[in-house]
């Protein structure tokens, strides 16, 4: 288990990612340079926003993967999965949720 989300991008240090409501460090993006130095590059900022956005974007495949699911089985009951692009999406959806949760490869 994960912790809780939400998780926010530091205002101070950019490669900071915590959760403010628990005063935890969730992840450090730039380990390898002083966090409080001004020259972060783009890619370490980028990375730091990715990984705040992780519980929501977990939240939202979850989402996404049961709602697709379900209207998949109500317009296709006798789909079996092959070619159809609901199947394909929900399969990558299960993977990225499994990888999240289980740190499976995809």
């Not at 959760?19 to 980028?46: F, G, V, W, Y």
């Not at 070619?83 to 993977?95: D, V, Y």
């Not at 499994?98 to 740190?103: D, L, N, T, Y």
Request: with cysteine; hydrophobic share 35%; glycine share 4%.
């Amino acid at each position: 288990m994960h912790t809780p989300g939400p998780w926010e991008v530091g205002i101070k240090h950019p490669c900071r990612v915590f959760n403010r409501e628990l005063k935890k460090q969730i992840a450090l993006t730039c380990p390898e340079m002083d966090d409080t130095a001004k020259d972060h590059t783009e890619e370490q900022s980028a990375n730091a926003r990715l990984t705040a956005a992780a519980p929501d974007l977990l939240q939202a495949c979850k989402l996404a993967h049961t709602q697709l699911s379900d209207l998949h089985k109500m317009l296709y009951p006798c789909c079996d999965g092959d070619g159809c692009l609901t199947h394909a999406i929900t399969e990558k959806l299960s993977a990225a949720i499994a990888k999240a949760e289980k740190g499976i490869k995809l």
